[in-house]
């Protein structure tokens, strides 16, 4: 079992509101991950977070708020977006290796 | 700066054909490089992988092939069939701040014909 799962599927949001992406892992995998990816380019890693602490932070906006309250529980916090972070976002996870499975993703757009 | 990149951003091949999709990093420090593949609003799949101490690995119709020499990689799917008809990526893997970060290609969109 390699299942990532990802909430929504797909998400509008205005510019002024607060939602959340919920990404969850029952595989006993120890490092989870934030991607984003904009149409016909590859995903861009945006955190990586390892034994539930922030390891990697990619220079992302604040507006982009992570959060990891358990090893199988991976949240993207937005608020305030603008248009242009309409992507689809995935999340990863992997146990020790090299290795990252990924889920289906959530396609927002930010209006 | 593209650390890894696919130099063709499509490729047409016949069912039962060879495919062979090209990859090109330039970062030395890469320890491994894994294909994934892309359907329409799914995740990347992950197919195979390669260490970089290694030149072959083989799984089934999938080979990747390492020149380190050259910098270069390559995935071979033989035969080629229809359902192999999507966006395949390149990627490499390097450790930062004790954490395994993921470099991606441009992708390759592979179409299988019958």
């Known amino acids: 079992d390699t299942e990532v799962t990802q909430t929504p599927k797909h998400l509008v949001m205005g510019m002024t509101n607060k939602k959340s992406l919920k990404c969850e892992q029952h595989?006993?995998?120890?490092?989870m991950y934030w991607y984003k990816q904009k149409a016909k380019k590859p995903p861009e890693l945006m955190f990586v977070?390892?034994?539930?602490?922030?390891?990697i932070n990619e220079s992302v906006p604040s507006r982009f708020s992570p959060e990891c309250p358990n090893s199988s529980l991976l949240n993207l916090h937005l608020h305030a977006l603008q248009p242009e972070d309409s992507a689809l976002y995935l999340c990863?996870?992997?146990?020790?290796?090299?290795?990252?499975?990924f889920g289906a993703g959530t396609r927002l757009s930010v209006l | 700066d593209q650390q890894v990149k696919q130099n063709s951003p499509s490729l047409s091949v016949q069912e039962g054909r060879i495919s062979i999709l090209n990859c090109d990093y330039t970062?030395?420090?890469?320890?491994?490089f894994l294909w994934y593949k892309k359907y329409p609003a799914e995740g990347p799949t992950f197919l195979i992988s390669?260490?970089?101490?290694?030149d072959k690995n083989e799984d089934g119709r999938f080979t990747v092939f390492l020149n380190k020499s050259a910098k270069h990689l390559s995935l071979h799917i033989v035969p080629s069939q229809p359902g192999d008809s999507a966006v395949y990526f390149c990627?490499?893997?390097?450790?930062?701040?004790?954490?395994?970060?993921?470099?991606f290609g441009q992708g390759t969109r592979l179409t299988i014909n019958p």
């Open positions: 990863a996870s992997s146990l020790r290796g090299h290795i990252q499975y």
């Open positions: 595989m006993g995998h120890r490092a």
């Open positions: 977070y390892s034994y539930e602490k922030l390891s």
């Open positions: 970062n030395s420090m890469f320890d491994y």
């Open positions: 390669i260490s970089s101490i290694k």
């Open positions: 990627a490499a893997t390097v450790i930062i701040q004790g954490a395994q970060k993921l470099v």
